[in-house]
């Protein structure tokens, strides 16, 4: 099985902070994601990961969802902000650096 990209990996990092703030939804006119496997397909979906899609598919779902990463339209920019989209993109310091 292949390893995730840097960049897929933070796209899966940021829809799971979504389900955990429980603002992942499904779909147009879905409702908002109760199930943990449910939030983890639709990450790897997002993230062009998933197994069950051709490998052009899954380009094209990473190249829509950076792009919906960089004008701000996530979810999580949304109900936090930008700045909160930025920061969990980015990843969190380390306790070395955060202490200095």
Known sequence: MPKESESQKKTIRRVMHEY????????GA???VKNPRQAIAIALHEAGAANRESPQKNAE???KTKEKERSG???????????AQDRTLRGSRKKSDARH
């Open 20 to 27: 955990k703030h429980g603002e992942l939804e499904s779909g």
């Open 30 to 32: 879905g409702g908002r």
């Open 61 to 63: 779902n990473l190249r």
């Open 73 to 83: 339209k996530t979810a999580e920019a949304g109900a936090e902000g930008r700045e």
